[in-house]
C-alpha cells in the first residue's frame, strides 16, 4: 500500500527564516510525486511534479527536490503569503487513472 | 479557462435530508474525482471516473453516498440521507490522461458541507 508521511505537522517561520518541509513515501514503483499548496477555504493548488531522484524544480521561494524515499519543499526568504498548507502525493506506476495518495499535510505560517 | 467548478460553495442541512453536489470538470479533461477533506483523515477519494464511467468506488464510505457522471461536463455527488458525521470539505478534481509523465490533478473550490 502507498504511504506518505508529511513532517512536521505546522511550522511558525519569521519571515526571512528559510526551512524545509518534507515528505516521506513508500511507493511500489514512482510515475510521479506532486507538490500542492492549500490555502484556507480553497481547493489544492498544484505546484510541481516530479519524477525521478536528482531532480529539482523551483517556483519563486519554492524549491521542490526527490530522492529515493523523500522529497524536500525548501521555502527560501519566505513571506507572510507564502502561508498556507503545503500537500504531498505521490503517483504509483501501476496506479488505475490518475490515483494519488496524499500526505497529511505541513501547516506553515509565516509571520512578518 | 474557468477551472473546476463547484456548487454550491456551502451547504446547511439537516440530518436525513438529502444533499446534492455538483462539478463542472475542465474542458477536455478524461478524469474526474472526487474528494473529502477533514481534519482528522486529511484528503480522502472517494470515486472516479474515466470518460464519464465509474472506475473506482472503493472510497464511497457506504450506499448512503452516490456518484454520477451523466456527460463530460458534469459530475454529482449525493448522500441520502446524511448524517451529521458527513460534514466535511468536498472537493472535485479533474486532469488528463497523461501521453508521458503524470496526470496532474487540478482541484476546485470545494464544497463545505453541515448536516446538523
Known amino acids: 500500500e502507498d504511504q506518505v508521511t508529511q513532517s512536521p505537522e505546522a511550522l511558525r517561520l519569521q519571515e526571512g527564516e528559510s526551512s524545509s518541509l518534507n515528505c516521506s513515501y513508500t511507493?511500489?514503483?514512482?510515475?510521479?510525486l506532486f507538490w500542492y499548496r492549500q490555502d484556507p477555504g480553497k481547493g489544492p493548488e498544484f505546484l510541481f511534479t516530479?519524477?525521478?531522484a536528482g531532480e529539482e524544480k523551483e517556483k519563486e521561494r519554492l524549491k521542490a527536490t526527490l530522492t529515493k524515499k523523500e522529497s524536500f519543499l525548501h521555502i527560501t526568504a519566505p513571506k507572510p503569503e507564502d502561508s498556507a498548507t503545503y500537500l504531498c502525493a505521490v503517483q504509483a506506476r501501476k496506479a488505475a487513472g490518475n490515483k494519488l495518495t496524499f500526505g497529511g499535510g505541513t501547516r506553515v505560517l509565516v509571520k512578518p | 479557462d474557468a477551472g473546476v467548478i463547484q456548487s454550491p460553495r456551502h451547504e446547511v442541512t439537516e440530518m436525513g435530508q438529502e444533499v446534492t453536489l455538483r462539478c463542472k470538470p475542465i474542458s477536455g479533461h478524461d478524469y474526474l474525482f472526487w474528494y473529502r477533506q477533514t481534519m482528522m483523515r486529511g484528503l480522502e477519494l472517494l470515486i472516479y471516473f474515466n470518460n464519464n464511467v465509474p472506475i473506482d468506488d472503493s472510497g464511497m464510505p457506504e450506499d448512503r453516498f452516490s456518484a454520477k457522471m451523466p456527460n463530460a461536463s458534469f459530475s454529482t455527488l449525493k448522500i441520502q440521507p446524511s448524517e451529521p458525521r458527513d460534514s466535511a470539505v468536498y472537493f472535485c478534481?479533474?486532469?488528463?490522461?497523461?501521453?508521458?509523465?503524470?496526470?496532474?490533478?487540478?482541484f476546485g473550490p470545494g464544497t463545505r458541507l453541515t448536516v446538523l
Open positions: 516530479l519524477y525521478s
Open positions: 511507493v511500489s514503483g514512482l510515475r510521479g
Open positions: 478534481a479533474s486532469s488528463l490522461r497523461p501521453t508521458s509523465g503524470a496526470g496532474e490533478q487540478f
